[in-house]
């Protein structure tokens, strides 16, 4: 047994070793209030220990989750925390007693997340040693989307979800058709996820990306010898490496006339034949081809094979825009939101209402692509935890259609030559002469524009 004085000299050990830990630590109570903080952490936070005990959190450490924590009691594991102008990494922990919450642990473990990624070097050395075998399986298997990928509240594409399931198990050639952006590479991935030949390989090309010279050795291969700079050995095609899967013919629109009468006698013959090969290869493959071009209008103009049309299109599919189906908007920027926040090591958690009616007003002419990437871009010029009017790109906010509805033609006008105004005025560090100039109006002009739309001189 200890007697007192052990008791108190053990307990004195372990302050110590607290107090001067490389991690900084803080203990809350169930309202919130500071019990303990450990010396580090107050040196940093540039605070007196004894004035900050009892205090509410919040009132201490900018951006703090120790109260929420309390609340729904759960533990956040290496989670941001933004904290004068940094992002550190914090682990906060409810504490128990008599299944009832009675307050919180928090330690930050990585003082800003240049530490984490250095903790995590040797990792990544060895992933960069793995990176090879992980290219060569997904040119093997490459389909890696689901239709749970798929994320709508749209009536017409739970309806295209539902016909995926209908379709999938058969080989029937399908012809995916919509707008760049719409989202075609991933239906084409979750049909073959849930056809008979899920386990055999998923091979995509894009027809238009690759140089038409090269695109028969593609998708065809070649024999050894077969031309100057032929690889020793030969090369598969894709159609070879396809066998026994799935072949997506992505912009299949883009295929210039002589590789679409080739196509359409692999289709038919169910046989490719490398360049400079003596005898044909069969090939037992679904092929799925998607396109955003006008493939009927291109066969009156006799740039599509109306044959190969046919040969292709046995199950049309056609996903429509993002401007078509507004209720999608909502759910998919919140999705976006999560997977980038998590991929940039930043918390988001709210999203301003200006921002999200900006969202939904907006046409979309890239459709989901574009969302994508104005959240990323949004994430990324964030600074707190709520996506706010300033983080977007200017394109979106300077939109004068946003206004339509809201605002008299005068209005949106006015707005519209504020805000040009602004910039220029910006750029020409307030010289009103150079920024005159720019616009192309005299001086008295700018003048003038600046006096009625009440500028400050």
């Known amino acids: 047994m200890f007697n007192q004085d052990d008791l108190e000299f053990k307990n004195k050990i372990l302050e110590t070793i607290i107090d001067t830990a490389y991690e900084w630590i803080v203990v809350v109570d169930h309202q919130g209030k500071i019990v303990y903080i450990n010396h580090n952490y107050c040196e940093f936070l540039e605070v007196n220990r004894e004035e900050v005990i009892g205090t509410h959190v919040t009132e201490v450490i900018e951006n703090s989750r120790m109260h929420i924590v309390v609340q729904t009691g759960e533990e956040e594991i290496g989670s941001p925390?933004?904290?004068?102008?940094?992002?550190?990494?914090?682990?906060?922990?409810?504490?128990?007693?008599?299944?009832?919450?009675?307050?919180?642990?928090?330690?930050?473990?990585?003082?800003?997340?240049?530490?984490?990624?250095?903790?995590?070097?040797?990792?990544?050395?060895?992933?960069?040693?793995?990176?090879?075998?992980?290219?060569?399986?997904?040119?093997?298997?490459?389909?890696?989307?689901?239709?749970?990928?798929?994320?709508?509240?749209?009536?017409?594409?739970?309806?295209?979800?539902?016909?995926?399931?209908?379709?999938?198990?058969?080989?029937i050639s399908v012809l995916i058709r919509g707008e760049s952006g719409t989202g075609k590479e991933l239906f084409a991935h979750s049909i073959h996820q849930l056809s008979e030949r899920s386990k055999n390989p998923f091979i995509k090309i894009n027809c238009g990306a690759i140089p038409e010279h090269l695109l028969e050795s593609e998708l065809f291969g070649y024999e050894e010898g077969a031309f100057t700079g032929a690889k020793k050995g030969g090369k598969k095609g894709k159609f070879v490496l396809a066998d026994g899967g799935t072949i997506f013919l992505d912009e299949v629109g883009d295929m210039p006339l002589h590789m679409q009468i080739k196509l359409l006698r692999v289709l038919q013959e169910k046989e490719v034949e490398p360049v400079g090969a003596l005898n044909p290869i069969p090939v037992d493959v679904r092929v799925i081809a998607a396109t955003n071009r006008p493939l009927e209008q291109m066969i009156v103009e006799k740039r599509f094979r109306e044959d190969l049309f046919y040969r292709i299109n046995v199950i049309p599919f056609t996903i429509p825009p993002l401007r078509e189906r507004p209720e999608d908007i909502i759910p998919l920027t919140k999705y976006f939101i999560e997977r980038a926040s998590k991929r940039m090591g930043k918390r988001i958690t709210a999203i301003d209402d200006e921002v999200m009616n900006i969202l939904q007003v907006h046409q979309w002419p890239g459709n989901l692509r574009e969302l994508e990437n104005v959240i990323e871009a949004a994430i990324h010029l964030t600074t707190g935890e709520k996506i706010e009017l300033s983080s977007l790109p200017d394109y979106l906010v300077d939109d004068p259609k946003l206004l339509i509805g809201q605002k008299s033609l005068k209005e949106i006008l006015e707005d519209t030559e504020k805000r040009v105004l602004t910039k220029t005025l910006h750029k020409y560090n307030n010289d009103k002469q150079l920024a005159a100039k720019a616009l192309g109006i005299s001086k008295s002009s700018m003048y003038e524009k600046l006096k009625k739309l009440d500028f400050e001189r």
């Open 81 to 171: 925390h933004y904290i004068k102008g940094n992002y550190m990494i914090a682990n906060r922990i409810p504490i128990h007693s008599d299944n009832k919450i009675i307050g919180a642990v928090g330690a930050v473990i990585f003082r800003d997340t240049k530490a984490l990624n250095k903790m995590n070097t040797h990792i990544k050395s060895l992933m960069s040693q793995l990176q090879t075998y992980i290219e060569d399986w997904q040119e093997n298997n490459g389909a890696k989307y689901t239709l749970n990928d798929i994320k709508t509240e749209s009536r017409q594409i739970l309806e295209l979800k539902e016909k995926v399931k209908n379709i999938a198990s058969g080989d």
